[in-house]
């Protein structure tokens, strides 16, 4: 082999093992990415499921000097919920599938302040509502590769096992 074939042969295998690194380190890259949103959007509907407000009986209309503190605990647990959506939105990839069930989520959470503001007394009716336009946005997200479904408000009232 003369001079100029070893310099040949030398830059092909440097570029091509620059190739194979930089596509390793963007599979790699990409994985972790898509590990990280399964994690963000596990341990949503973790929280969710947790969620006591979620876990709803039969509705019925409120005596509201009986149960307006219960109103009130409510509404506090469904801005927490805005916010664990909104910190699982920021643990994204871009162009998630996600983006759309997160909003979705978050606009029934307003629509039920708003309804619970104009008519309190309704409030269990409007949380019976949320809760099922939660859910089948969580049986949504369940369908992603990675993410385990899991119903709002179910464990909440989980007992201990001996």
Same mark, same amino acid.
């Given at each position: 082999?003369?001079f100029?074939?070893?310099i040949?042969?030398?830059?092909? =295998?440097? @570029? &091509?093992? &620059? *190739?194979?690194?930089?596509?390793s380190s963007?599979? *790699?890259g ?5 590990s990280?949103?399964? &994690?963000a #959007?596990?341990? !949503? #509907?973790l ?5 006591r407000?979620l876990? @709803? ?9 009986a149960t307006? %503190? ?7 647990? @469904? ?5 664990l ?5 920021l643990?994204l990839r871009?162009?998630?599938?996600a983006?759309?069930?997160? %909003?979705?989520? &978050?606009g *029934?959470?307003n !629509?039920f #302040?708003?309804? *619970? ?10 949380l ?13 997200l ?10 709002? =408000?179910d464990?909440?009232?989980l007992?201990?096992?001996n």
């Open positions: 082999m003369d100029w074939e070893q040949a042969i030398g830059f092909i =295998g440097t @570029v &091509a093992g &620059a *190739a194979v690194a930089l596509l963007w599979f *790699a990409r994985s972790q990415a898509h990280k949103e399964a &994690a #959007l596990n341990g !949503l #509907l929280d969710l499921s947790l969620k407000a876990s @709803v009986g039969t509705p019925r209309i409120a005596d509201l000097q307006a %503190a219960d109103l009130g605990r409510c509404k506090e647990s @469904v801005l927490d919920t805005r916010g959506l909104r910190d699982a939105r643990q871009p162009n998630s599938g983006f759309d069930h997160l %909003a979705r989520m &978050a *029934a959470c !629509l #302040l708003h309804k *619970a503001n104009v008519k309190p007394e309704k409030y269990q009716f409007y019976s509502d949320l809760q099922s336009q939660l859910d089948k946005e969580a049986d949504s369940g369908k992603f590769k990675r993410v385990t479904y899991q119903r709002p =408000g464990s909440a009232y007992t201990a096992k």
